[in-house]
């Protein structure tokens, strides 16, 4: 028996939720290498902190990403590419418009 596709409104919420973690994770990451360039170069700041915070706000977008993919029954495809997104500065952005466009299927 074959289910009907998601619509966009039931995954509404679920989208939500990953576009505030895909931002926060982005630009933490952009944060995170901003103060590793200033500690590395530079001799100053302390940074690994900052990777920390990161890390844990990266850990809770992999379980967002995943809900989102798992209520969408997406391609597997997609989900690696949801996962990809956390680890280059400034791609997160990238994705979550590509990712927000294909939930609501444009």
Same mark, same amino acid.
């Given at each position: 028996?074959?289910? %009907?596709?998601?619509?966009?409104?039931?995954?509404? $919420?679920?989208? /939500? !939720? *990953?576009? #505030?973690?895909?931002?926060?994770?982005?630009?933490?990451?952009? =944060?995170?290498?901003? &103060?590793?360039?200033?500690? *590395?170069?530079?001799? +100053?700041?302390?940074? !690994?902190?900052?990777? =920390? =915070?990161?890390?844990? &706000? *990266? =850990? #809770? *977008?992999?379980?967002? %990403?995943?809900?989102? &993919?798992? /209520? %969408? /029954?997406?391609?597997?495809? !997609?989900?690696?590419?949801?996962?990809?997104?956390?680890? #280059?500065? $400034?791609?997160? &952005?990238?994705?979550?418009? /590509?990712?927000? !466009?294909? %939930? +609501?299927?444009?």
């Amino acid at each position: 028996m074959m289910t %009907a596709a998601p619509t966009w409104v039931s995954l509404a $919420g679920a989208l /939500r !939720r *990953y576009q #505030l973690a895909a931002y926060v994770v982005g630009v933490m990451l952009i =944060v995170a290498c901003a &103060f590793s360039i200033s500690e *590395y170069g530079f001799d +100053k700041g302390e940074g !690994r902190y900052v990777w =920390v =915070v990161h890390g844990w &706000f *990266y =850990v #809770l *977008y992999l379980v967002l %990403a995943f809900d989102l &993919f798992r /209520r %969408a /029954r997406w391609p597997i495809g !997609r989900l690696a590419e949801m996962l990809v997104a956390g680890w #280059l500065p $400034g791609l997160t &952005f990238v994705i979550e418009r /590509r990712i927000t !466009r294909f %939930a +609501k299927g444009g």
